[in-house]
């Protein structure tokens, strides 16, 4: 059953760029289709771009046969949410420019609005300023941001004292695409609706966790941006640590946003910072070379075109982290994550402990630990690996490794994209899925330290070929521990 349609306009500042027209739009047009935005709320495109209504429309109808999945574009759908998109020539660092946008919105005061800021974070403080001195904020005005907020604390805290100057901590949503997809938001599920899993999830039960986001692609023609950043600021400071999050939160109290907030915080409190003496322990750091993938011959980083050859960014960051509270004492947390490596896949492991006796005999097969794998990329999906009797007449039992498929069949009906359920939240006013800025800071906090270290100690990255897992010193990471990364 659809639900009430949600009056409300959307402008997307930035609105041309990538991220608005692969991710963005499709969403709004998918919301449109299943009811989810009333046909009388307006999708408002800000962009430098010189265009005409019709050229705009023209340009989004392309780009939504590019990129719906399923061939879901329908031409009647189109025409009517057509209707919808309006255009505005904007720059972005012009407030008298920001009147544009006010003849059209000042239509009704009292309606709902969503800006979404698909812009650079050095924009964030410029466009919201503007909107504010073109009395466009009102008590209905939501602001969404971007990632990243900042390159380290110091700058993400003037971007949101920016922001903050303008809009109530409430109505800021600062996104993580990651919190939007299906198997993320089925981790707080699968925890606290299953009295199976209670009492396992804890330092009583789990050995260790493991979390990887690995791409197979490397920068895409956008080296400028990503050596500004590399893998820890662009990947571990908020989706590898908000994953951490859920899987390592205490039970919320129930499911508003600051509840669920509230629990994330505490985590990223508890997060045992890294010292110097232990820096080369703890974390690796590595960049990619050449190599192949998919039969295919890849350039190296120091090799892509726009690069700097004498650059010490890193594309792949393993770190072992330690959470000091009552639950997680003593499990240890090994999350890695890079470019370039050998298939693109997102996974969470969680390891239970070992049977305290063997009572099978050794001829039987090796007895493994009982794994939960939670998969988010390419296929997402929730799988609990256990020891199963192989049939058949044998001497003794002899056992093997099966696994319970835990999530909906792969004929499921579509699947909203992260982005489609996000913004729905925001229309919503929903914030439990986005970051609160203490959270930001407190994540930023704990990284900083490792960026220092490295930075102090002079620990350059570490050579691997694409087309593989990393460097050989993350496997050593692991090892060290006598343990090692699950790969399929």
């Not at 008298?96 to 924009?123: I, M």
């Not at 599920?189 to 009583?204: E, H, T, V």
């Not at 792969?410 to 229309?427: G, S």
């Amino acid at each position: 059953m659809k639900e009430k349609e949600n009056l409300c306009d959307i402008i997307i500042f930035g609105g041309h760029g990538d991220l608005a027209l692969r991710k963005l739009m499709p969403s709004c047009y998918h919301l449109y289709l299943d009811g989810y935005i009333s046909k009388k709320s307006r999708i408002v495109t800000v962009s430098r771009k010189d265009l005409t209504l019709n050229e705009h429309k023209k340009l989004i109808k392309e780009k939504l046969k590019k990129y719906l999945k399923n061939d879901l574009f329908d031409e009647k759908v189109f025409k009517e949410f057509s209707k919808q998109l309006f255009f505005i020539k904007i720059d972005l660092t012009k407030t008298k420019d920001y009147e544009k946008l006010t003849e059209l919105l000042d239509t009704d005061k009292n309606r709902d609005r969503v800006n979404y800021l698909a812009t650079a974070p050095s924009l964030f403080g410029i466009i919201c300023k503007s909107l504010k001195k073109c009395n466009l904020v009102t008590d209905f005005t939501r602001v969404v941001l971007e990632k990243p907020i900042g390159s380290d604390l110091k700058s993400s805290q003037i971007i949101n004292d920016e922001v903050a100057e303008v809009f109530d901590e409430s109505n800021i949503y600062r996104i993580d695409h990651y919190l939007g997809k299906d198997t993320v938001q089925n981790i707080l599920a699968l925890r606290f609706s299953n009295a199976l899993f209670m009492p396992l999830w804890s330092a009583r039960s789990i050995d260790h966790i493991q979390i990887t986001v690995g791409e197979s692609v490397g920068v895409e023609g956008r080296w400028s941006y990503y050596d500004d950043a590399g893998a820890l600021r662009d990947m571990v400071q908020n989706h590898l640590l908000q994953l951490l999050c859920l899987i390592a939160m205490e039970p919320p109290c129930n499911l508003e946003g600051d509840s669920v907030r509230d629990e994330k915080i505490k985590v990223l409190r508890s997060l045992r910072p890294i010292e110097a003496f232990e820096i080369n322990q703890k974390t690796v750091r590595g960049q990619y070379q050449k190599g192949v993938i998919d039969s295919k011959s890849v350039v190296g980083y120091l090799e892509e075109e726009g690069c700097n050859p004498d650059s010490s960014t890193e594309t792949f960051t393993a770190i072992r982290i330690d959470i000091d509270n009552w639950r997680w004492s003593g499990v240890p947390f090994y999350i890695r994550t890079g470019k370039r490596m050998a298939k693109k896949y997102s996974q969470i492991v969680i390891q239970f402990k070992e049977v305290p006796h063997m009572i099978f005999p050794k001829g039987g097969g090796c007895l493994e630990p009982n794994r939960l794998i939670i998969r988010l990329q390419p296929q997402e999906s929730i799988e609990l690996k256990i020891m199963n009797k192989i049939p058949g007449h044998s001497e003794g039992m002899r056992l093997k490794t099966v696994g319970l498929e835990l999530s909906t069949p792969q004929n499921k009906p579509r699947t909203p994209d992260a982005y489609e359920y996000l913004l729905l939240d925001v229309i919503r006013s929903n914030p439990t899925l986005f970051m609160r800025r203490d959270e930001i800071e407190a994540a930023w906090k704990w990284c900083d330290q490792i960026l220092l270290n490295w930075k102090e100690q002079g620990i350059k990255p570490k050579p691997y070929a694409a087309g593989t897992y990393g460097p050989s010193s993350s496997i050593a990471l692991i090892e060290r521990d006598a343990r090692s990364w699950y790969e399929e």
